[in-house]
């Protein structure tokens, strides 16, 4: 677990708890028959820095960008075999009636 997983769960337990505070004071206005307005100031505080801990871990969580040009050797998974004479494609093809006289019914 990196540093930018730590820094998502942290920005992810801010924003649930400022959730959390929010309920909680809307359950207080009620209580004493107060319109609600808007979250107190701390609680936008802790959202916004909820928020930019989420957004700081989004851009250091994924790590290093690879190529995506073909013939880019540094990335590439699968290796051909340089004689191509002998490869062998599995396909919906072999179903196909192999008579080219017989027509399929649509």
């Known amino acids: 677990m990196g540093v930018g997983f730590t820094v998502g ?7 649930a708890h400022a959730g959390y505070l929010t309920t909680q004071y809307r359950g207080m206005l009620k209580i004493i028959d ?3 307005s808007g979250p107190p100031a701390g609680v936008v505080i802790e959202l916004f820095l909820g928020l930019l801990l989420c957004m700081v871990a989004g851009f ?5 960008f690879h190529s995506i040009l073909p ?3 540094e990335n590439r998974i699968v290796k051909l ?3 191509l004479d002998f490869m062998i ?3 919906r093809g072999r179903v196909l ?10």
């Open 9 to 15: 769960v942290l920005g992810a337990l801010l924003l």
């Open 34 to 36: 107060e319109e609600f």
């Open 60 to 64: 250091a969580g994924p790590g290093k």
């Open 71 to 73: 013939d880019s050797e």
């Open 81 to 83: 075999p340089s004689n």
């Open 89 to 91: 494609f599995n396909h």
């Open 97 to 106: 009636p192999f008579d080219p006289k017989l027509k399929l019914k649509i």
